[in-house]
């Protein structure tokens, strides 16, 4: 559904020279939103720092790779670093914990 909108792109980047990133938001805050990420650069491995704020979030969010094979999760604390090997892209899903 947060597919299926018009004006809910947010680039979350932050300038990085190599990775593009952009999150679809939910209506209210973060949780059930998407981030998709990729890396440009066909040689090496990139890092990035996404800000993910959300004013609305009253407990910690949690980012699920939809990518990995065992659906890693992370619990970002504010700041989300990002590694994507050259020429990668994740997806991921941003919801609250359980």
């Given at each position: 559904?947060?597919?299926?909108?018009?004006?809910?792109?947010?680039?979350?980047?932050?300038?990085?020279?190599?990775?593009?990133?952009?999150?679809?938001?939910?209506?209210?805050?973060?949780?059930?939103?998407?981030?998709?990420?990729?890396n440009f650069d066909i040689a090496h491995?990139?890092?990035?720092?996404?800000?993910?704020?959300?004013p609305h979030a009253a407990t910690p969010l949690v980012v699920t790779d939809l990518l990995h094979p065992a659906g890693r999760r992370i619990e970002p604390t504010g700041a989300f670093e990002l590694t994507l090997d050259p020429?990668?892209?994740?997806v991921f899903h941003i919801h609250l914990p359980g």
């Amino acid at each position: 559904e947060v597919f299926h909108r018009v004006g809910n792109l947010v680039f979350v980047d932050g300038g990085h020279p190599a990775i593009l990133a952009a999150l679809r938001q939910a209506d209210v805050g973060l949780e059930g939103s998407f981030l998709v990420a990729a890396n440009f650069d066909i040689a090496h491995a990139q890092t990035a720092t996404l800000r993910l704020p959300d004013p609305h979030a009253a407990t910690p969010l949690v980012v699920t790779d939809l990518l990995h094979p065992a659906g890693r999760r992370i619990e970002p604390t504010g700041a989300f670093e990002l590694t994507l090997d050259p020429c990668a892209v994740g997806v991921f899903h941003i919801h609250l914990p359980g």
